[in-house]
């Protein structure tokens, strides 16, 4: 459904926009089967477990409703796609695809 994957990118870049530093660029890096969304932000690893819950806001509460990321997350559990969660310095989401021919 290209409107569900629009929203589910525009959602996980609206984020990264949202709660990076000002003045610092969001990376977007798209190979085969991964995509991958990073964007420096405050120096702490966020909890997984609760980062696509419906509501969860952390900072910036008046830019953020806390139902982009868990919107993001049902779309990809519904075509199969991965959403996962990483900090390396900087705070990453990757999707990643089926294998594609």
Do not use: C, P
Not at 23 to 47: P, R, Y
Not at 72 to 100: P, Q, T
Request: net charge positive.
């Amino acid at each position: 459904n290209e409107d569900l994957a629009i929203i589910l990118l525009t959602n996980l870049i609206k984020n990264a926009l949202v709660h990076g530093k000002r003045k610092h660029s969001v990376q977007i890096k798209i190979t085969k089967n991964k995509w991958q969304i990073s964007n420096l932000g405050k120096m702490k690893v966020i909890d997984e477990d609760t980062l696509f819950t419906r509501f969860r806001v952390s900072g910036n509460r008046n830019k953020s409703t806390g139902l982009g990321l868990a919107i993001a997350k049902a779309v990809a559990n519904k075509y199969g796609i991965d959403i996962h969660y990483s900090f390396e310095g900087l705070h990453i989401f990757s999707l990643r695809f089926a294998d594609v021919k």
